[in-house]
């Protein structure tokens, strides 16, 4: 099943985790590679692609996984939890209707 991870970061952590982005992302391009990602990408902190100094303020990510529980162990050991760049994690199980 589908399960969209929605992250909200703690304020003031773009140095952590730029940091830990290069392992994030080589976790999700591994569920990328399985066809278990749907999509994945960060919430700026301001109306823009590249919000420099403002950073960000959490994450979307759309995954597959044979449980909620699974889905949730997963998104709780993001190099992003590890690095202290998250205060919040939610799993929630998603239905894909379009496209």
């Known amino acids: 099943m589908w ?7 703690h304020k003031d952590t773009l140095d952590k985790r730029m940091t830990a982005r ?6 999700l391009k591994a569920l ?6 749907l999509v994945a990408g960060p919430h700026p902190a ?4 590249d919000p420099g100094a403002a950073g960000f303020t959490g994450s979307l990510m759309i995954v597959d996984f044979p449980s909620r529980d699974e889905a949730q162990a997963w998104a709780d050991n993001d190099p992003y939890v590890t690095a202290g760049v998250i205060r919040k994690v939610s799993v929630k199980p998603f ?5």
Do not use: K
């Open 3 to 9: 399960y969209a991870v929605i992250t909200e970061d």
């Open 22 to 27: 290069a392992d994030h992302v080589a976790r």
């Open 32 to 37: 990328c590679n399985e066809g278990r990602l």
């Open 46 to 49: 301001v109306d823009s692609p």
């Open 95 to 99: 239905n894909r209707v379009l496209p």
